[in-house]
Antibody, heavy 121, light 107 residues
Framework: EVQLVESGGGLVQPGGSLRLSCAVS????????MSWVRQAPGKGLEWVAN????????YYVDSVKARFTISRDNAKDSLYLQMSSLRADDTAVYYC??????????????WGQGTLVTVSS | EIVLTQSPATLSLSPGERATLSCRAS??????LAWYQQKPGQAPKLLIY???HRATGIPARFSGSGSGTDFTLTISSLEPEDFAVYYC?????????FGQGTRLEIK
């Protein structure tokens, strides 16, 4: 069974940093591009970042470029999102999502349950 | 950035009725369009990918059609568990974007 489990969310002050993790199981992690997608409270979905199977390519939505870094450890079957210079509009549930094998800027066939990040003083 | 516009914003129907949801792209996305269902407090669930292909385990009452800029998600006969928010999403280029969602509510 494919599982994605996020952790690391919480309350952080504006300008602060946070690192999200996503532990996966049930599939060969190194065969898939992976993504982070977020959803502000009561709002729609926003793609945040993608990372290639081997970590050699990364893409970001403009609003997080230079502030967020996506990374992965294929030996640990884990995906990460390092967030810095956090702003109130970064407040959202952050989902880890799998891109199907063979796709790059793909759709997302499996999702974690999400972790809530709240940026507030 | 490609903008996806979903209509209507809210659709009120009864169980057993047919639902038709629309997604229009600001430029062609070929057939690179997916549909998701999201229920309160849950992660989105992939329903349809590449415009018309049902994801694993998705019932046959869900179908997708369209290409280029105009797409439709059809639910042939609504079940009680189908009332949720539906999003479309393209993967034609960077960045992949989502529509704003259609809320399907019980009439």
């Amino acid at each position: 069974e494919v599982q994605l489990v996020e952790s690391g969310g919480g309350l952080v002050q504006p300008g602060g940093s946070l690192r999200l993790s996503c532990a996966v199981s049930g599939f060969t992690f190194s065969n898939h591009w992976m993504s982070w997608v977020r959803q502000a409270p009561g709002k729609g979905l926003e793609w945040v970042a993608n990372i290639k199977k081997d970590g050699s390519e990364k893409y970001y939505v403009d609003s997080v470029k230079a502030r967020f870094t996506i990374s992965r450890d294929n030996a640990k079957d884990s995906l990460y999102l390092q967030m810095s210079s956090l702003r109130a509009d970064d407040t959202a549930v952050y989902y880890c999502a799998r891109v199907p094998a063979g796709a790059v800027a793909g759709h997302f066939d499996y999702w974690g349950q999400g972790t809530l990040v709240t940026v507030s003083s | 950035e490609i903008v996806l516009t979903q209509s209507p914003a809210t659709l009120s129907l009864s169980p057993g009725e047919r639902a038709t949801l629309s997604c229009r792209a600001s430029q062609s996305v070929s057939s690179y369009l997916a549909w998701y269902q999201q229920k309160p407090g849950q992660a989105p669930k992939l329903l349809i990918y590449d415009a018309s292909h049902r994801a694993t385990g998705i019932p046959a009452r869900f179908s997708g059609s369209g290409s280029g800029t105009d797409f439709t998600l059809t639910i042939s006969s609504l079940e009680p568990e189908d009332f949720a928010v539906y999003y479309c999403q393209h993967r034609s280029n960077w960045p992949p974007t989502f529509g704003q969602g259609t809320r399907l509510e019980i009439k």
